[in-house]
């Protein structure tokens, strides 16, 4: 009976051998960002699935280096990134630091968000920035942008 109920279980939770295993889809994001004021420092994106922790606490987090910057405009990837709902925000990171630099409540650093809502005096609804990832390739782009001529 022990044994029976143990190949019971395996065959109910574990993985068959010889049927292959199912995966959730994936797709690769091609991100253009637009209007870097500067090569220096990197350009850092959080990445949310919901609007929990969105944007200050981000699902995923990434950084690309500057040095294919052209004209103001960098591309970058993110691979095997699961189908489904997301949303970004970007921040310019001149210094390096992580984290925007203000001065009297103002960015000093440059900043964007996916679908590039309007500029308001506060933060955009993730609902404002979210946008679906449901093919192999996907391309967004994201203008960065600048308060006093910050960069």
């Known amino acids: 009976m022990t044994g029976s109920l143990i190949l019971t279980i395996l065959l109910c939770f574990g993985p068959v051998p010889g049927l292959p295993a199912q995966s959730a889809p994936t797709g690769t994001l091609e991100i253009v960002f637009t209007g870097i004021k500067s090569d220096r420092g990197n350009v850092a994106a959080g990445v949310n699935r919901s609007p929990e922790g969105w944007p200050r606490k981000p699902h995923m987090e990434f950084c690309w280096e500057k040095a294919d910057l052209k004209d103001g405009t960098l591309i970058a ?6 189908y489904g709902v997301y949303a970004i925000s970007v921040l310019d990171d001149v210094n390096r630091n992580g984290k925007m630099e203000m001065i009297l409540g103002i960015p000093r650093e440059g900043w ?18 979210s946008f679906i990832v449901e093919r192999p390739f996907t391309r967004i782009t994201i203008d960065l942008r600048y308060a006093a001529g910050g960069g």
Do not use: H, Q
Request: overall charge negative; glycine content about 4%; hydrophobic content about 30%.
């Open 77 to 82: 990837e993110i691979e095997n990134l699961p």
């Open 112 to 129: 964007g968000f996916s679908n590039n809502p309007p500029f308001r005096l506060s933060i955009p609804d993730f609902d404002d920035c």
